[in-house]
C-alpha cells in the first residue's frame, strides 16, 4: 500500500522560532491530514488538504499539499509552549488510514 | 456524545494472559479501526471494518482478533499476550464520507 516518510524525526526550538516538519510520499495521494498528539494523549484532527498546491492556514499553522500531490508540509510561525507534540501526517482510503512515523517538537522557554 | 470510549485505560498482564480491549463509539460511524503506537514510533493498523459484520486485516494483525457485531461497539482480543505487544493502543472511527480518525484516549498495555 501507499506509505509516506515524514521528516524530520525531532525538532528542538527555541520559543519563537519557526518549526516545518515534511511528508513525502513515491506516489500521487489524492489526499492528506495532518493530527497532533500530546505527550501522553491521542491523535487529533487539525486539517485535510486535497488539491494540488493547496494552502490552508490556522492562526500560526500553515499547510502545502505539493503541485504534483506528491508531499505536504506544516510550518508553525512563532513555536509557543503548547505546540509540544508530536505531529503526524496520514493518508487515508476507505476508512484505513497509514500515517507517517510524526515529528516530535520540542520548546524551550 | 462520549465520541470514542476506550476501557480499560492501563492493563499489566503476564505471557500468555489473554484479553479483550473494549471500543465503543456514538457516533453512527461505519468505519472503525484499531491502531497500535510503540515508542517514538507512528500508528499501525492492526485490524479495521467499514461497518457491522465486517472486519479485515491491517498492517500487524498477528496475535490479535476483532469482532464487529453492532455499529458501536469494535473489540480488540489478544489471544496469548507476548511482550512484544506492549504498546498503547487506540481505537479510531471515521465516517463514510469523511477521510477524518476520530480517536479514542488510548489503551496502555504492559506484558510481562
Known amino acids: 500500500g501507499q506509505q509516506v516518510m515524514q521528516i524530520p524525526q525531532y525538532q528542538h526550538v527555541q520559543e519563537g522560532e519557526d518549526f516545518t516538519t515534511y511528508c513525502n510520499s513515491s506516489t500521487t495521494l489524492s489526499n492528506i491530514q495532518w493530527y497532533k498528539q500530546r505527550p501522553g494523549g491521542h491523535p487529533v484532527f487539525l486539517i485535510q488538504l486535497v488539491k494540488s498546491g493547496e494552502v490552508k492556514k490556522q492562526k500560526r499553522l500553515t499547510f502545502q499539499f505539493g503541485e504534483a500531490k506528491k508531499n505536504s508540509s506544516l510550518h508553525i510561525t512563532a513555536t509557543q509552549t503548547t505546540d509540544v507534540g508530536t505531529y503526524f501526517c496520514?493518508?487515508?482510503?476507505?476508512?484505513?488510514?497509514?500515517f507517517g512515523d510524526g515529528t516530535t517538537l520540542t520548546v524551550k522557554p | 456524545n462520549a465520541g470514542v470510549t476506550q476501557t480499560p485505560k492501563f492493563q499489566v498482564l503476564k505471557t500468555g494472559q489473554s484479553m479483550t480491549l473494549q471500543c465503543a463509539q456514538d457516533m453512527n460511524h461505519e468505519y472503525m479501526s484499531w491502531y497500535r503506537q510503540d515508542p517514538g514510533m507512528g500508528l499501525r493498523l492492526i485490524h479495521y471494518s467499514v461497518g457491522a459484520g465486517i472486519t479485515d486485516q491491517g498492517e500487524v494483525p498477528n496475535g490479535y482478533n476483532v469482532s464487529r457485531s453492532t455499529t458501536e461497539d469494535f473489540p480488540l482480543r489478544l489471544l496469548s499476550a507476548a511482550p512484544s505487544q506492549t504498546s498503547v493502543y487506540f481505537c479510531a472511527t471515521t465516517g463514510p464520507y469523511s477521510e477524518t480518525q476520530y480517536f479514542g484516549p488510548g489503551t496502555r498495555l504492559l506484558v510481562l
Open positions: 496520514a493518508i487515508t482510503n476507505a476508512g484505513k488510514s497509514t
